[in-house]
């Protein structure tokens, strides 16, 4: 099991950029596929960004697209999320996974405590 902490959350104008950090401890994520989900309230979790594990493939969803990218350095042991271009609407908590990629599909099993994230208008 992989234990996920995330950090770098905050409040920021629309228009900023934050960047979050997953620091994992316990196994390296080098043999992990590892993603950012996010859950705005009263909303259900949904998926941000994922990288397979020696980031050969990555997806980002459709609307952080060209604004957000994903990154990981496996010698640190951390995944990372720049996110630029921020708007109120990508306010939620924001969550770090690890799990695989098998056969073109993601799978996650541990999962950080999260990290929120506010933008105001």
């Known amino acids: 099991q992989v234990q996920l902490v995330e950090s770098g959350g905050g409040l920021v104008q629309a228009g900023g950029s934050l960047r979050l950090s997953c620091a994992a401890s316990?196994?390296?994520?080098?043999?992990?596929?590892m993603g950012w989900f996010r859950q705005a309230p009263g909303k259900e979790r949904d998926f941000v960004a994922a990288m397979s594990s020696w980031g050969a493939s990555t997806d980002y969803a459709d609307s952080v697209k060209g604004r957000f990218t994903l990154s990981r350095d496996n010698a640190e042991n951390t995944l990372y999320l720049q996110m630029n271009i921020l708007k109120p609407e990508d306010t939620a908590v924001y969550y770090c996974a690890a799990g695989m990629r098998s056969l073109g599909r993601w799978s996650w099993s541990d999962w950080g405590q999260g990290t929120q994230v506010t933008v105001s208008s």
């Open positions: 316990a196994r390296a994520i080098s043999g992990y596929a």
